[in-house]
């Protein structure tokens, strides 16, 4: 085991979330590496700290009393006459919003709708991409061997997503995930670049049509979207969006090659 396999094992081993075959591995790592055992026992000293302090605070009435009195006082709002909307203006509204119902009604704001659809599941990604990054959230099964990955994942979905070791490519697999997006149970196969995490989440979809990758950056993270084989894709992770490129394209050329 490297220093590298071993720093995301680290803080699990702390926490006792490794199972005995995991934990034994990291353990002798650590005896025979000054640097990772040096930072376990950093993790332990902390959390020993944080175990034996009251981190609660509550904020004195003073203070609440000493910023109300540099505050303007509060003035009922007026809406003027001439902001007000007319007869004449609401008329249109109805007007404007039958006119979106008839267009929808024939399908002509389905693209709309789709785009609107597509940001808001993004948005759920990189929700789920930021809760993944919180301390014993990363990962359910912890392995670089995607043949313990994979099969953790039957009987939990639908459909297991397919896990591709891409260690020798410069992306090392450290594991798997059941996470919840779009109010779904989906799969995440976990990888890492350097220090970087990339979560790569694969959902079922019921169209068949393979569709080419896009890039997006949503609150700063990258995202790489695309679907083949009935599988919808999204990797996300704050490396620069050349290197989600990369790992993008070796993980579709390494699936072509498998199938």
Not at 145 to 154: E, G
Not at 177 to 189: E, K, S, T
Not at 207 to 230: H, K, V
Not at 241 to 246: F, I, R
């Amino acid at each position: 085991m490297t220093c590298d396999e071993a720093e995301i094992l680290i803080h699990a081993l702390a926490d006792g979330e490794l199972d005995a075959g995991h934990s034994s591995e990291v353990e002798a790592h650590v005896a025979s590496c000054p640097r990772c055992a040096a930072e376990l026992a950093a993790i332990r000293q902390m959390k020993q700290a944080l175990a034996g302090a009251d981190l609660t605070y509550k904020a004195p009435s003073a203070l609440r009393q000493r910023i109300e009195a540099v505050l303007p006082p509060a003035e009922p709002r007026v809406t003027p006459l001439a902001t007000r909307p007319s007869r004449r203006t609401l008329l249109k509204g109805f007007a404007m919003g039958s006119a979106v119902s008839a267009l929808a009604a024939t399908g002509l704001v389905a693209i709309v709708l789709r785009n609107d659809d597509q940001q808001r599941v993004e948005a759920e990604i990189v929700s789920a991409h930021l809760r993944s990054l919180q301390a014993g959230h990363l990962t359910d099964v912890i392995s670089t061997d995607q043949h313990t990955v994979k099969p953790w994942f039957n009987g939990k979905l639908d459909v297991a997503p397919p896990v591709i070791d891409l260690t020798t490519e410069g992306f090392t697999l450290i594991g798997g995930r059941l996470d919840y997006v779009d109010a779904r149970a989906i799969g995440a196969v976990v990888y890492r670049r350097r220090q970087h995490v990339i979560n790569l989440f694969v959902a079922q979809t019921a169209s068949a049509e393979r569709r080419g990758p896009r890039l997006d950056t949503i609150q700063g993270f990258n995202i790489r979207s695309w679907r083949d084989r009935g599988l919808n894709y999204w990797a996300v992770s704050d490396i620069n969006a050349d290197e989600l490129t990369e790992f993008g394209e070796r993980f579709e050329r390494a699936m072509r090659g498998s199938g």
